[in-house]
C-alpha cells in the first residue's frame, strides 16, 4: 500500500486553501515547504500549532 501526499504550497500560499484543494482532490497527507511564503523551517511555534489543529 502506499500513502498519497501532494507539495501543498504549489497550489496557493494560503493554507486553507491548501487543504481545502487537496481534500476535494482526495489527498490526506500534505508534504509541507512553505506557508504563508514561509519556509517551514522559519516557522514559530504558534503558526504550527494553529496548523496542527
Known sequence: MFTLSA?????SP???E???VL????VRHIELRS???TNVLDL???PVSELKS
Do not use: M
Open 23 to 26: 481534500r476535494s482532490c482526495g
Open 7 to 11: 507539495f501543498a504550497d504549489e497550489i
Open 18 to 20: 491548501q487543504i481545502d
Open 35 to 37: 506557508i504563508l511564503n
Open 44 to 46: 514559530t511555534d504558534l
Open 14 to 16: 494560503d493554507p486553507q
